[in-house]
């Protein structure tokens, strides 16, 4: 919880909050039990600028505690 920032909402309905945090509960979910590699498919989806970069700072900071991410994204160039 404290990596995501969500225990300000920790006694919210996923319902009540935002989608880019709602994102961060379904990683923290995930997280909690312990796996060696997230297969992540668009996570940004439905993300502002900013929910979008605090996200990848979390993955960054999960890949440098030896978990392997595979990420699949669609960019607009």
């Known amino acids: 919880m404290k990596l995501t ?3 300000s ?3 919210k ?3 009540e909050i935002p989608t880019g945090k709602a994102r961060l509960v379904e990683l923290a979910r995930t997280v909690v039990q312990g ?3 997230l297969l992540l498919d668009e ?3 439905g993300q ?3 929910e979008t970069e605090e996200f990848a700072q979390i993955l960054k900071i999960l890949n440098t505690e030896g978990i392997t991410i595979l990420l ?3 960019i607009c160039l």
């Open 9 to 11: 909402i920790a006694s």
């Open 72 to 74: 699949v994204e669609q």
């Open 48 to 50: 502002n600028e900013n």
């Open 5 to 7: 920032g969500l225990n």
């Open 13 to 15: 309905s996923v319902a």
């Open 35 to 37: 796996p060696s590699m």
């Open 43 to 45: 996570p940004a989806s």
